[in-house]
Structure formats: structure tokens, C-alpha cells
């Protein structure tokens, strides 16, 4: 494994006072259902709103300055986007995203007003490899990938160390950590970062039905990919299959992968709303999806869950308030 | 001054580790709004939803074994309730809440929910007071002041102290800090706090019109009342008066009072859940509705406010999203 403890200790002191140390909360209500203790970190209150701020500004604070002035290309459903684009503008460089036509409007709006330029792209007909590649090539400027590079990973790792020291914080120790998985490098980093510091601890993937490669690559021992059109309203978890350099590191780390079906997402958007009174897009609730739904026996133990985005469209997220509270 | 420093730094050992540290983010969009640097303190993150955990776990732990048997008494709308009664059952004592029959439902479930018996009254015709201290009187009780008492404002006091320890691990220094005020507990807590540590740092509380009695006290030099019969949506900031000991205190740290309306809370919720992707209940987004107002000039400022609850019912919280965003 190329990405160490060391990496992760070391972005941890770049992003130091740049990016937000999520709270670890506990939530009386979930431990309740849960019937242990479930502590739960908002990462969706990072700058840019997920923790793809962290691996985006460990990997570009490490570019050299020529390679600042020819700038960045992504490409991005819009968390890694927006992570990017905040990096370059903190460090004054130039980035272009390579974004689907249907990512949330929101996600496009902010990466846009964080001064990125953005490339659009249909995700059925496209790819959004070549045309980032292409555009990299002709500006000589630095491709940056959302999960498959050990600089992203070992930003994504922080939140991960976090965890650990958070609930030393409160003189517990792990049992189970919950992180939701796309590409696998939250999952990936995290790992590393957790089983370095407390190596008893298991950790679980989460992903949305049908779009579970993890899980099954994991069962599988090899890497799978999702049904090409396979949909999920999880837009940020819609990566084809796990990374090449992400999954041996989840392989040899994790315990399992979860799935969780898109109506229990929006059960824990619902809960995120009324209990942990945060905004959570669909996305970054299947980890607390999968406690709600009891996927994982957690009585008497001590959970960690990771809510990792906030970037959710205003319809969708009204229509899953009216559809849960009905006309109260 | 009967409230020091050290009282608050004593009340910060006491809640370590069992409240929440809330994080203080900031928020790309409300500094490019003020012109300035904005630092939000996301207090409805804490435990109960609100800051009055920290007051009533302060108070509740230096009870005696003697006082802890016979349980504690305290009257509010709703936030020092939940705050009393989860601090009640963490240090495994009784109590009882009396909560006014209009208070927000969400208040009034979890306060039941965290296992304190409630007592309704009639806000109009009934005096809290009175029924409360009828109670502790009978049942030998500790009544627990929801501000005016040292030991609930020392813990309030804690806001003040995090603000300023991580506005420094930005390496910045505060210019403004604003806070939202009903009884003038956390106000005067955070005050005493923020001045020792910070002595150039001008203070503001915010209020509601119409309940702005510390605003207009602190512009008379004395205590004056709300018109009886005062209301606004802001139903935790609805004291009748300042305290008669939060008062001289924030009379002597204070730099003024702001007020907002109503329609200005409102967009401040919808700001919140917008672009800080966090509930916010009316009471707790005065000081954000102050700064997106403009209340006060904040240009090339470092400014932190106080986001203070998040206890905010499901209908109100959806009429707010449906009024701000039409059809979309």
C-alpha cells in the first residue's frame, strides 16, 4: 500500500486552520434506535460543503509554482468540483471542471461562483476521462482525480484521524465506523488513518443499491462495475467501479460493504433535518441511512458514521420534507 | 462583576467532553455579503439544540449529592428545558420543566423525551415564576435560573471562550462579535469571556423588534420591559426584561444593541439552511438576519456571530423554505 499513516498526518498539518474541523457529535436519538452509542461527524459543514475540500487542497498546496500558473482540471459531479475550485482560488490558480449536464444545480452554482471555469458533458454519451485529459494536455495543466490519486486520498484520510482523536476526545474507543463510498477514497483514507490508531476497530463501506461495486468487488475479490445506466438519487456516489488504487487499500482494510436502498436515504435526510438539525444531500446520508435501517448489529458498541455532503438541490430537498411530514 | 474569567474558564473543565466544542466555520457567502471576514459559531449543533446545555450542566454539576436526590426545577419556552432536562438525566437527577403550552412542539417532545416531567402554563395569564418556585418550594427542589444566575451564564460563557481560541487557530483577531439576546445570559457570559481574552473586540447583543428591551436599556442606562403582549417568531428570545444580574454585566462590556424583524429572521433561516446547510430556529438566527441586514458596517471587519438553536417546528421550518423559494 502506498498511501501511509504519514501521508495523513502530514496533509492533516496543510489543511490545518484552512479546513473546518468537523464537529463529532453524539445524537441521543440514534444511539437510542441503535441501542450503543453512535457518534456522528458532520463533514458536510467543511468549506465547500464535503470533505472533498480536504484531499483537493492537499493535492494542490503540493504543486509546484509553474505548475500553479498553468492551473487544474477535474472532473466532478460537483463535491469534488467545488473542493477543487475553493482549493485554486485559496492558492490563486486557474481550474476547469469537467461536469455532468445533470448534477445538481446547486453544486454547479457554487463551483461556478467560486470562479472555476466549468465544462459540461452528457454523462450517458460522454467521457469525462477523455475530455479532461484533453483539456489537461492542451493547457499543461494538472489533472487532479477525485479519488484515484494518494494526495486526494490522504486529505480524505483527516477526517478519518479526526474521528479517532474525537472520540479519545470523549475517553471512547471505536467499535465500527460507517463511511459512504463512490470512487473509495474517503473510504480508502479513512481506513488507513483508523486502523493505524485503533486497529480494532472495523470499518464498513456504504453505498446505494445498484450502484454498490464496492460491496460487491469486496465479496468478489476483484473489482466490479455497476451496470452501465445504473441510477441512484446518491449523484456524488455514482462513481462505474472502485478506483484501482482505492480498492486494494479498502480490500486489505475493510470489513464489508453495506447497501442502502434510495428510500432509506431520504429516511435519513429526514432524521439528519429533525435530530442532527443539519442539511444533508442524499449522498452523504447512507452511512446514517444504514444505522437507521439496522443494517449492522451495533447494540453495546461504539459507532462512528461519516455524513459527508451537503450539496443538495432546494426541490429535493422540499419534496422530501413534504413527502415525510405529509400535511402537518 | 460577580462573573470572572475563571468562573468561565472552570465551567469550560467541567463540560469538556461532554458538550459539544461547535465548530466555528466561515461562510464564503456572508463575508462576500459584509465585505468582510464572518465567523459563524454553529451553537445549535450543541447537545439539546442550543447553548443552554453548557449553562445547566454547569450549575447542575456543582450540586451536592443532597440536591442531586431531591432533583432540580426550572422554567422555559423550551431551550433551557431541554438543556435542564438533558443535564438532569447525564447527572442522574430529576426535573421539572415549566414550559409555556405555546412553546414549539419540538421543544416540548424532547424535553419530555429526556425524561423531565413538564408543568404548561398559560403565558398570559400565569406567572412561571410563581408555579416554579411553588414546586421547588414543595418539593424541596433547586430552581435553575435559565440566565440569571453566575453558574448558568459561566457555562454560557464557554460560547465566548471557543469563539476566541478559534478565531486565533485562523491567526486572526476579532473586530466584532455578535449575539443573540433574550434574557441576556449568553450575551453577558460570552461577554466577560471574550473581553478578558480580547479586550479590543466590540460586542453587540440582537434582538427582536418589539422584544429589544436590552437594546433600549442599554441605550436608557437601565432596565426597562417589553410591552406586555410583545411577540415574535423568535420564541426562545421573548424575556420580559434583561436579568437584574445579566444586565450590569452587559451594560459595562457591551458596545449597543441591534434589532431585526421578523421577515429578517426568516430570510436568515433560509439563509442558514442555504449556504451553511444547518436548522436554525427564529431565536437562533437573529445575529446571522443582523449581518445579512447590514445592520452594522462590517467592511474589512473580522466579525463572529452566534448561531445559538436550532429547535425550530416542522411547519414553521417548511412555510419558511415554501415562502422563500416559490415554486421552484
Redesign the interface.
Known amino acids: 500500500v502506498n498511501l501511509t499513516f504519514d501521508h495523513i498526518s502530514a496533509a492533516a498539518r496543510r489543511i490545518a486552520?484552512v479546513a473546518?474541523?468537523?464537529?463529532l457529535?453524539?445524537c441521543?436519538?440514534l444511539s437510542r434506535r441503535a441501542g450503543g452509542r453512535v457518534l456522528v461527524k458532520?463533514e458536510?459543514?467543511q468549506?465547500g460543503?464535503s470533505f472533498k475540500f480536504r484531499g483537493a487542497y492537499n493535492r494542490l498546496a503540493q504543486l509546484t509554482d509553474d505548475e500553479r500558473t498553468r492551473g487544474v482540471v477535474a472532473w466532478s459531479s460537483g463535491n469534488h468540483a467545488q473542493g477543487v475550485a475553493?482549493a485554486a482560488r485559496l492558492l490563486g490558480m486557474p481550474a476547469t471542471i469537467v461536469m455532468p449536464r445533470d448534477a445538481p444545480v446547486v453544486k454547479t452554482e457554487n463551483t461556478r461562483?467560486?470562479g472555476a471555469e466549468i465544462v459540461p458533458y452528457d454523462r450517458d454519451r460522454e467521457s469525462r476521462e477523455t475530455i479532461a485529459t484533453e483539456i489537461a494536455r492542451t493547457r499543461r495543466a494538472v489533472l487532479v482525480p477525485s479519488y484515484d490519486d494518494y494526495a486526494v486520498m490522504a486529505g480524505q484520510g483527516t477526517v478519518g484521524l479526526e474521528i479517532v482523536g474525537q472520540t479519545r476526545?470523549?475517553?471512547s474507543t471505536l467499535d465500527v465506523v460507517l463511511v459512504p463510498c463512490g470512487g473509495g477514497g474517503l473510504t480508502a483514507g479513512s481506513a488507513v488513518a483508523i486502523k493505524h490508531l485503533s486497529a480494532g476497530t472495523s470499518i464498513h463501506c456504504v453505498e446505494p443499491e445498484r450502484c454498490n461495486d464496492t460491496a460487491r468487488s469486496l465479496a468478489a475479490g476483484r473489482r466490479l462495475a455497476n451496470d452501465p445506466g445504473s441510477r441512484s438519487i446518491c449523484d456524488a456516489l455514482l462513481a462505474p467501479e472502485p478506483g484501482a488504487l482505492t480498492f486494494p487499500i479498502n480490500q486489505a482494510l475493510l470489513s464489508g460493504g453495506l447497501t442502502v436502498t434510495d428510500e432509506e436515504v431520504l429516511e435519513a435526510m429526514h432524521f439528519a433535518?429533525?435530530h442532527?438539525?443539519?442539511?444533508?444531500e442524499p449522498g452523504g446520508a447512507v452511512a446514517l441511512a444504514a444505522v437507521l435501517a439496522n443494517r449492522l448489529p451495533l447494540r453495546d458498541r461504539v459507532t462512528a458514521l461519516i455524513v459527508s455532503g451537503?450539496n443538495v438541490d432546494?426541490?429535493l430537498?422540499?419534496s422530501m420534507?413534504?413527502r415525510r411530514?405529509g400535511s402537518?
Not at 20 to 23: L, S
Not at 276 to 280: P, Q
Request: aromatic share 2%; with cysteine.
Open positions: 486552520g473546518v474541523r468537523t464537529p457529535v453524539e441521543e436519538e458532520l458536510g459543514l468549506r460543503g475553493l461562483a467560486l476526545e470523549r475517553s433535518c429533525s442532527l438539525k443539519i442539511v444533508v451537503s432546494a426541490p430537498f422540499r420534507l413534504d411530514e402537518t
